[in-house]
């Protein structure tokens, strides 16, 4: 099991940067596959941003590709999504999740085990 806790949160300027940090505990954070999902008011959580256990495959949805960069760091159990050009339409609780699965260079946008308490992301325009 994976106790996973977010930072970074906070308020941006449209056109600004922030840049989220997780922390994982508890496990075998070398071998999972991590996630940055999002959920606006009265939205659905939706998918962000993902990196295989391995570091080599990432994968993005469409609205953040060019502008968001996932990463991560086994050696300090910590995954990390840099924010750039961000939007008001960015604006978000942003979730860390955490999977164990089998490819090691899989980086999947669902299938999820373990997530964290979310950090605020609030983006003026």
């Known amino acids: 099991q994976v106790q996973l806790v977010e930072s970074g949160g906070g308020l941006a300027q449209a056109g600004g940067s922030l840049r989220l940090s997780c922390a994982a505990s508890?496990?075998?954070?070398?071998?999972?596959?991590m996630g940055w999902f999002r959920q606006a008011p009265a939205k659905e959580r939706e998918f962000v941003a993902s990196i295989s256990w391995s570091g080599g495959s990432t994968y993005y949805t469409d609205s953040v590709k060019g502008r968001f960069t996932i990463s991560r760091d086994n050696a300090k159990n910590t995954v990390y999504l840099q924010m750039n050009s961000l939007k008001p339409e960015d604006t978000a609780v942003y979730f860390c999740a955490g999977g164990q699965f089998y490819n090691r260079d899989y980086a999947p946008s669902q299938g999820y085990d373990y997530w964290g308490q979310g950090t605020q992301v609030t983006v003026s325009s």
């Open positions: 508890g496990s075998t954070f070398s071998r999972y596959a």
